[in-house]
């Protein structure tokens, strides 16, 4: 009896994950297949048919006759120019607050808490009339800006999280053989904290590169839009869409995410984990 009950308890725990499995796989295989449709594949096929052939105009259509290059080149600038300084900052103010005793250390995280309680949405229009008036509309900076400052409250809880367990000792060896506090910061803590650095960018890089209503409110013209901002590209004015470039396009999106993360899925495991058992 307890055979059978762990015979079907498995089966159905499967069925479960396989059914699961498909429901998070499917939209980016319909995405994948839809991308080499042709015009009359979506006019006299079912929406979930395969396409009656592999057509690769759509991805042509992407590369030649949109400015996919422009938008990839715009999405790496405000991609690199987030996540260098806000890795820096968060965790430099993470471990300072971790590890360094001072007066109204528990205000200031506190107040940094406070920072994942207003979302980016509702600062739009301030933001807006500031940027405008210092003309910064349509520029680099107004895109970036917003993105590292609402981004920090969470970036440093989670370093805060990882750097309570760093060892104090290899700290205070270093400060006894002569290194500076600062130096002791980039030669240890960086190279020792490697796997938590790779979490927090992994998460925020997805963030910065799916990112649409900032790009979308401090941008005007085509040059400085985003890969988000240029699925736009295919929907005519009276609101005729062409699917089989959109699919393409989203599917050319999308790829430089997945290899991000596939490549870097390992060492984030680690570093979401890293703080669950004292080192």
């Not at 120019?81 to 001072?102: E, H, N, Q």
């Not at 003309?135 to 107004?142: E, K, P, Q, S």
């Not at 750097?163 to 190279?191: H, N, Q, R, W, Y």
Request: glycine share 6%.
């Amino acid at each position: 009896m307890n055979r059978r009950k762990y015979t079907v308890g498995g089966a159905v725990k499967w069925v479960i994950a396989i059914l699961l499995v498909l429901l998070q796989v499917y939209p980016f295989f319909y995405v994948f297949t839809s991308s080499f449709k042709s015009l009359d594949d979506f006019r006299k096929l079912p929406a979930y048919a395969l396409p009656s052939a592999l057509d690769f105009t759509n991805y042509i259509t992407v590369f030649t006759k949109s400015h996919m290059f422009t938008y990839f080149k715009n999405s790496i600038i405000v991609l690199v120019g987030v996540l260098i300084p806000l890795l820096l900052f968060a965790l430099m103010a993470g471990f300072a607050l971790s590890k360094i005793r001072f007066k109204g250390r528990k205000f200031l995280l506190n107040y940094f808490l406070l920072g994942l309680m207003l979302p980016m949405q509702v600062a739009l229009i301030p933001l807006f009339t500031i940027f405008n008036k210092m003309g910064l509309i349509n520029t680099y900076a107004a895109i970036i800006l917003p993105q590292i400052a609402f981004s920090l409250s969470y970036s440093i809880q989670l370093f805060y999280s990882f750097s309570k367990f760093f060892p104090e000792e290899m700290l205070e060896a270093a400060i006894i053989d002569g290194c500076t506090p600062l130096g002791s910061f980039f030669k240890i803590v960086i190279p020792m904290s490697s796997n938590s650095i790779i979490t927090v960018a992994t998460m925020q890089a997805v963030f910065c590169w799916n990112e649409y209503i900032n790009a979308y409110t401090f941008t005007r013209s085509t040059d400085m839009k985003t890969v988000t901002l240029g699925l736009n590209d295919y929907v005519g004015s009276m609101g005729l869409t062409d699917w089989g470039a959109t699919f393409a396009a989203i599917t050319v999106t999308v790829i430089p995410v997945f290899i991000f993360y596939f490549l870097c899925s390992k060492k984030m495991l680690a570093g979401l984990t890293a703080g669950a058992v004292k080192g």
